[in-house]
């Protein structure tokens, strides 16, 4: 018995309700309709529930007897015995065509005769889908038309649209009878304007039907798009600094692929070609100095057109690193007093000043900061005792002196007659006589 085996066709019940024919004394034949896939094996069953040994005959659309009991009527090789019985004749149809579709009855011979009716559907199977409108390469930007077609589908099959997996639902869809007027050829149409990011992505035309046994025909076209370059630059790091290497990388991408780029600087050939190595896409910078300052342009073609990045480069100074500071101490200058002898008095200065070697402070980062450090106070500490020296020197030549010209002046009311009772006048100029200290 064929039926639900697997090494029949695919065979799909129909609806569960059941075709009755009431009779007398309870006696009436029971009949099931029945789907199948073209090419594929149908079982029809005819039941009765009572019977008192009456014949139980099967017939096809056409009204010919095919069993009668367990007697072949029609010599078809593809109609075999599946069971006979006064309770049951079942039969079974292999190598479905859909010629085959129908009415079958099963009549069961009483005084009348009752009848059932058993209705055959026949599936007509899709044909694997086509894509057709796809001519490689397409450019970016070109509006692209693809039809998906398939035929031989009974009832209508259905056409779904995929791209990146995401269903596609804007499409035209347009169904045909064919020649044979049991069968359609359905088609899909598919319209959408094609970027960069197309390229490379499978479109999927999926045809679903109840024939596949939930396994869909699908066909799929990988699109190839042509696009210009698109280019940009990656610095190797993102605080060039002076004395350090820098490397710019090119990165473009496009369909063809870009030819080797061109790298330029400030509009013009690259100045030092010693120090500036291009390898492949990278711009390779062995010691940057001030002078690479500037605009870099990378260019990338290809047959489709041209593109371009730019960097602008600043070299940095390196950060500077803070001497040691150098505390001088404090240098206080000798105590000089005068006396004048018109008043008398006596008059003290003194100055004390504080001297800080200037170049104590942070300086430039050298080889040997505790050398230069070490150069620097010895130099600051020379200075202070040439200073020091040189001040002792003239506050000792300047010196402090008394002279006996005003002497017998202090006590006199007025400056002209200190001058008259001076001792060192005129009268006794040659007694004059002065002490130098």
Wanted: overall charge negative.
């Amino acid at each position: 018995m064929c039926l639900f085996s697997s090494s029949c066709a695919i065979l799909v019940p129909a609806a569960a309700s059941k075709n009755k024919v009431k009779g007398s004394q309870g006696q009436f034949p029971l009949t099931q309709n029945v789907t199948v896939v073209e090419g594929g094996t149908a079982i029809l069953t005819c039941r009765v529930d009572q019977n008192d040994n009456t014949s139980l005959q099967w017939s096809n659309p056409a009204q010919q007897t095919l069993y009668f009991d367990d007697k072949k009527a029609l010599r078809d090789n593809r109609i075999e015995l599946v069971r006979a019985s006064w309770h049951e004749l079942s039969i079974s149809v292999s190598d479905v065509s859909l010629s085959d579709e129908g009415q079958y009855t099963c009549s069961l011979f009483t005084m009348p005769v009752k009848t059932s009716k058993a209705y055959l559907t026949v599936l007509g199977v899709p044909e694997k889908p086509q894509i057709s409108g796809f001519s490689s390469p397409v450019m970016e930007g070109d509006l692209m038309q693809l039809t998906c077609k398939t035929s031989g589908s009974k009832p209508a099959a259905d056409i779904r649209w995929f791209k990146n997996d995401k269903e596609i639902k804007d499409v035209k869809y347009l169904k045909e009878e064919d020649a044979n007027r049991k069968t359609f050829t359905v088609s899909s149409t598919l319209d959408f304007r094609v970027d960069r990011s197309d390229d490379g992505v499978a479109v999927i035309c999926r045809v679903d039907h109840e024939s596949l046994n939930a396994t869909p025909q699908v066909a799929m076209q990988v699109l190839e798009i042509h696009y210009t370059p698109s280019v940009k630059i990656i610095p190797s790091t993102p605080f060039p600094q002076e004395g350090q290497p820098l490397i710019l990388t090119c990165e473009s991408k496009g369909k063809p692929l870009p030819e080797p780029v061109l790298w330029t600087k400030d509009g013009g050939e690259l100045p030092d070609p010693d120090r500036m190595v291009v390898s492949g896409r990278e711009l390779n910078i062995l010691f940057l100095n001030k002078t690479d300052n500037g605009t870099y342009r990378c260019e990338a073609t290809n047959t489709i057109g041209q593109s371009s990045a730019e960097y602008v480069l600043i070299v940095h100074d390196v950060p500077n690193t803070l001497l040691p500071t150098t505390i001088i101490p404090s240098l206080t200058t000798a105590t000089v007093t005068t006396t004048v002898a018109i008043t008398a008095s006596q008059t003290t200065s003194a100055t004390s000043s504080n001297i800080r070697d200037p170049n104590a402070l942070a300086g430039q980062t050298g080889p040997d900061h505790a050398l230069i450090g070490g150069i620097v106070a010895v130099v600051v500490f020379v200075t202070l005792c040439s200073i020091f020296l040189l001040g002792r020197y003239l506050a000792r030549h300047k010196g402090t002196y008394l002279t006996n010209e005003a002497k017998g002046a202090e006590d006199a009311p007025d400056a002209d007659t200190a001058i008259i009772n001076a001792e060192g006048s005129q009268v006794n100029a040659e007694e004059k006589k002065e002490y130098f200290i």
